[in-house]
Each structure stands twice: as structure tokens, then as C-alpha cells.
């Protein structure tokens, strides 16, 4: 009956969700859709490394474009620690990709959550078998494999992999996860993980907002926070600010002691005259909503701040993610009675470590702090409506809810010049954060019929150089999708992938070196595909986007003698390079 029932739960944990009894340590029922804190049980999961837990990243983190969705545990920036199972369970889905989690464990639990475990080195045995046979019969490095109920089942402590650095990481580290039955992600440390932390936060800055007939007037006004004794304020302690309602953010981060690097904070409430009107606290999200981030964090100011957010304390009308409560007026501080407001800023981390900001808050008609600008604009744009721009030369149409607030939307051209196919189409403000995608039309310009096919739509990145689309050729334009404002034109893309070999030449014996290593590069479109063979048959080769490499891991059964090494790669327009060496072991 036990085993029956294990089966059940395997089988349809959304089953069993609703009903779940929290005592057990299943799934609880109260609070996740408001995103508060449910009663989650405490000792149901171990740690999933034989490591003091140190993190690199919390749950929440503001990312480039996403809140972080896991806990990255620190491995002392290195690889290859072992990986435990945090539970009893089956092995669910096995990812392996070059970017993202890179190389990735799921495992599903009786009581319906599921574990994830990213940018691993390597699986355990049976795991890396398992994995390696799919990718042969695919002829695929990049797999999604879900095995069967119970094929490579796990207890409790066993070994599932060794900790490493692949995907998109940045560093050696293993990112952790719980999920749900919904598959939303839940702030690992409701689970009771025992996570060391005595330091707050820490607050630097205060950037006001206009938010009445200032609002698309001016930038708004920034300011340093000063200690004054256990809490922070500003100088003069009252800001006097002509508008008469205000939007509040603080620069604000995590440290913990033995990491040098930040992560994010875990609550934020906002009080105007004692009044709570505002709080953001991030217990679970799901992937859709994820790029709300965007919203909550004033990104612009995220990147010259060196990616030291600047938490907004209020809400963007377009901002509908789930993570804040308490919210009156969307956490609006309305000045209009034209008296001094007592505000009160705290900000906390998981361990309940707070720092407090305090300081008045009135409105001044001859304050000018928020410094008028004129505003130039050739359409404005409706957050809450699909809107659309056109002109002979190019067309946008943004979805509904693209934008998080209203825009006041700017459009210029510039003619071509060598190397284009187009004019240079200046769409929005850089500035402009967008929650979903948009598509674009450009016209193209003196484009030969033999090069359609390698036409796509670019964008000037932020370093100067070309964020490309890809995009499809259609009655004299060429369209794509992109998820940021900026200046657009059409590039054509001719010229193959380069291979490299890294630490192979011509008959080098390899025998030594037990791995073969190349680069592949693309100037424009980017690698589409890559295949490597050894004496004609499809050899197993990892790749490693971030760092541009291919790894090719010798067989030990490969015979002595001399072999050929091929590599074949192609770029998302279809051109492709091929390389073939010889070599010996």
C-alpha cells in the first residue's frame, strides 16, 4: 500500500497539493498564493553539500532581466564537491545545455516538490550513463531527458553529481533549488537551512521619484544616506521635493560575513506617518514572473550603480508581480496636504537583520529638486493596450503589458551607411525596460536578392557592438522580435563560424592530454549547431558557450594509431565551417 501510494505521489503531486497536510512535510496550502510565507516543513530536506552553507546568491537576487530563482551555495571557488541528493526520491529530468544551468539534476519527491541542481561538473555514475546513452542516440551534446518513474531512483544523502562551473555561471558554485507542483520556485530558506548571517544590509543612497505632474518631466532626485546613531537618514533630515506625490527607492544590498560579494535583500516596507503602505518580501515566483525584476529594481540606475540595486518602494502601474503586500495607493507617498510626512524605510534580510531609514518628506512648490525637463515625444504609448508605431521605412507592435509604466515614445532615422542594409531606426529610449517582446519591420535597402537568406535585424549594444535577432525576409522587409529599445538596422551575415584548435596540432600524440580542445566563434548571428567526429562516426564533445570552447573527452578504449578529428559548426544563418586534423594516442 506504502508503495502504491509513493507511486501516486510521484506520479500526480499536483494531486495532492491542495490537500496536503503541512505536519508531514508536503506541500502547505496557506499563503503561497499571496506570497507569503507558508509553514514549510524544516527537516524534510538536508543540505545538499557536506559544505558550511555560504552564498554567493539568494533567492530573489536581482539578475540582468530576472529575480535569481535558487539559493548559489559557495564551493569555495572551486569545482568538483560532492553533490548530495537533499532528499529521498527519483531522478526526473536531466538538463544539459551550454547555457542556463549548464548541467542540471532534477529530482521529484514523495511529498511533491522537486529539487534542482545546477551547473554541476559531472553526474554520478549511473546519472552520466544514463545521460551519455541519450546523447548518442541523439547525436546531441544539448539534451532534456525526463526518465522514467523510479528508472534511477536516489535516497536521501546519495551522491548525484560533483559541483562545477557550466552553463551561464559566472564562477564555480552550485545553484539549488526547490520547486512545487506548479513548478514555481520557493525561497529555499523557508526550508530551514542553517545559514549564518549576523550583518544587515547595507543602504547607501535615496532616489525620490515625481509621480504626479512632474512625472515624465524629470529624472528625479538622488540623495546619500547618513548614519545617525542605530538608523540612517538625510541631510537636513527633511527633503523638500516640488511634486506633489513621490515614489521613494533605496540603493540597498546583502553581505554576509565569510563572501565578499552581495546578494539581495529579502523584505522591504515603506511607512508614511506611521502608516504601512507598502512592502516587497519574495517567498516564491514564477518563471513567468521573474522579469518583473525590471520593475521592482530601477535598472538604468542597477548598472551605473554597478549592479547595486536601487529597490523601488512603490509600484509601476504595469508591475503586476506577486510579491508585495500591504500596498496602499501602489505605495504612492501623496504630498498634496503640503505638511511634513514621517517616513520610515526598513529594510531586512532572511535572518531578520534590519537596517531603518527615517526622514521627513514634504512638498515644496520652490524646492527644484526634481529638475523640469521638456517633453519631446512622437507617440505616446499606453502600458495597458498593444501599441503600434509605423512609417514607410519601419514598423513596431508592443503587446499589451510590454510596457511597465505609460512611455512617451521617441523615433529617429538616420541614413545608412557601409555594411547596412538599412537606415539606422533610433526605437524608444535605451533606457526603456520591457517586460515581454515586440516585433519589428525594418525596409530594407539596396539588399540583393542572394543575400535575403543572411539578412537579419541587429541592434547597437551597449558596448557598440551588434545584438542580433535573427529575423525572416518578407516582401521587401525583415522582420524579428527583441525585448529592448534601441538603434536598429539590417546586417547580412556570409561568413562561417571560425574553428580553432586550442591544444592540438597535425599528428600530435593526444594520449597525454586525455582531451581535445577548439574554439568555435561566430562574429554575427551566433552558433546555431555544432557536430564533432572521430574517424567518420559522431563523437560526444561538450561546449561550453561563455568561454567559446569545445571538449572532447578521449575514449580509453580508442585504439592506438593514428585518427581524424572533424569538427562541424554552423551559425544561425546557415553558414558553416568544417575542420579536420589528424592525431594520435
Known sequence: ????????????????????????????????????????PQNYFRAPLNLPLTLAGNFGEPRSGHFHTGLDFCTNEEEGHVVLAAADGYISRINISPYGYGNALYIQ????????????????????????????????????????????????????????????????????????????????????????????????????????????????????????????????????VNDDKAGVAVNAYDIMQGVSNYTGIYDLKLFDNGQKIYEYQINSIAFTETRFVLSQVDFPLFRK??????????????????????????????????????????????????????????????????????????????????????????SITAPKYCLFDTLYFNYSASPAVPGLYSKVHQVGDNSTELLSWFDISIKAVNLPPRLRDKALVCRKGETGGDVAYGGSYSNGYVLARARAFGAFYIKTDTLPPRIIPVNITPGKNMAAAKRILFKIEDDLSGIAAFNTYIDGEWALTAYAAKTDLLIHDLDPALKPGTHTFKVVVTDERGNTATYSIKFRV
Open 1 to 40: 500500500m506504502k508503495t502504491a501510494l509513493t507511486l501516486l505521489l510521484f506520479l500526480f503531486p499536483a494531486l495532492f497539493y491542495n490537500s496536503a497536510k503541512r505536519a508531514g512535510g508536503a506541500l502547505p496550502a496557506n499563503g503561497e498564493e499571496k506570497n507569503e510565507p507558508a509553514v514549510y
Open 109 to 240: 519527491h514523495p511529498n511533491g516538490y522537486t529539487t534542482v541542481y545546477g551547473h554541476l561538473q559531472k553526474f554520478s555514475p549511473a546519472i552520466q550513463e544514463r545521460t551519455r546513452k541519450e546523447q548518442y542516440a541523439k547525436k546531441s551534446f544539448s539534451i532534456d531527458l525526463f526518465p522514467a518513474v523510479g528508472e534511477l531512483p536516489v535516497k536521501k544523502g546519495d551522491t548525484i553529481a560533483w559541483s562545477g562551473n557550466t552553463g551561464s555561471s559566472g564562477g564555480p558554485h552550485l545553484h539549488f533549488e526547490i520547486r512545487d507542483a506548479r513548478e514555481h520556485p520557493i525561497n529555499p530558506c523557508l526550508f530551514g537551512f542553517d545559514i549564518k548571517d549576523s550583518l544587515p544590509p547595507v543602504v547607501s543612497y535615496l532616489k525620490f521619484y515625481p509621480l504626479d505632474g512632474l512625472k515624465y518631466k524629470s529624472d528625479g532626485y538622488i540623495t546619500r544616506l547618513i548614519k545617525k546613531g542605530n538608523r540612517y537618514g538625510v541631510a537636513g533630515d527633511v527633503v523638500k
Open 305 to 394: 550603480y554597478n549592479y547595486k540595486p536601487f529597490q523601488r518602494c512603490y509600484l509601476q502601474p504595469g508591475n503586476r508581480c506577486p510579491v508585495y503586500k500591504d500596498v496602499v495607493n501602489s505605495g504612492m507617498i501623496d504630498l498634496s496636504d503640503k505638511k511634513e510626512h514621517a517616513i520610515s524605510i526598513e529594510v531586512a534580510d532572511y535572518n531578520g537583520n534590519t537596517d531603518t531609514i527615517k526622514f521627513g518628506l514634504q512638498y515644496d512648490a520652490n524646492s527644484g529638486l526634481f529638475k523640469e525637463e521638456p517633453v519631446k515625444y512622437v507617440q505616446r504609448f499606453d502600458y495597458e493596450k498593444e501599441n503600434k508605431f509605423s512609417n514607410e521605412d519601419v
